[in-house]
């Protein structure tokens, strides 16, 4: 499969990669919803639906947040795998790899896991940095 990557650079001017057409494939299947916005996370991209982390893709892999409650039962799919971050897995968030994404459909499918869980989760509390004296 040709991919077509995307290299920009972020605050701290580390380069970060990932896959613009998975990303523009995203974009495509969630512009008509209210409340999007798009955040350079993770070395990639995230979209985040009504203030919160949805999906995203991060390197070649479909970021996906989904209900806890699945979780395991989505570990099992061959082309899913945990969330690490900082060594740990990062519980209602998955890895999704291309051979789950073919068609528009199977897209679909895990958009629609993320935005299905969305309306359930908390958004993130922003603490504020305190300023040194």
């Given at each position: 499969?040709?991919?077509?990557?995307?290299?920009?650079?972020?605050?701290?001017?580390?380069?970060?990669?990932?896959?613009?057409?998975?990303?523009?494939?995203?974009?495509?299947?969630?512009?008509?919803?209210?409340?999007?916005?798009?955040?350079h996370?993770f070395?990639?991209v995230?979209?985040?639906?009504?203030?919160?982390?949805?999906?995203?893709?991060?390197?070649?892999?479909?970021m996906?947040?989904i209900?806890?409650?699945?979780?395991?039962?989505?570990?099992?799919?061959?082309?899913?795998?945990?969330?690490l971050?900082?060594?740990?897995?990062m519980?209602?968030?998955?890895?999704?790899?291309?051979?789950?994404?073919?068609?528009?459909?199977?897209?679909?499918?895990?958009?629609?896991?993320?935005?299905?869980?969305?309306?359930?989760?908390?958004?993130?509390?922003?603490?504020?940095?305190?300023?040194?004296?």
């Amino acid at each position: 499969m040709d991919r077509d990557f995307f290299i920009l650079k972020s605050e701290n001017n580390a380069r970060m990669a990932y896959n613009e057409q998975l990303a523009d494939n995203i974009r495509e299947a969630i512009a008509d919803l209210p409340h999007v916005e798009e955040k350079h996370m993770f070395g990639g991209v995230c979209f985040m639906v009504n203030g919160k982390m949805c999906v995203g893709v991060v390197k070649d892999e479909m970021m996906c947040r989904i209900d806890p409650d699945i979780y395991a039962n989505l570990l099992e799919k061959e082309a899913c795998s945990e969330m690490l971050f900082t060594g740990r897995p990062m519980r209602g968030f998955v890895y999704v790899d291309e051979s789950a994404w073919t068609s528009k459909r199977e897209l679909k499918y895990w958009i629609n896991l993320c935005l299905d869980y969305n309306h359930k989760a908390k958004a993130t509390v922003k603490t504020k940095k305190q300023k040194p004296e």
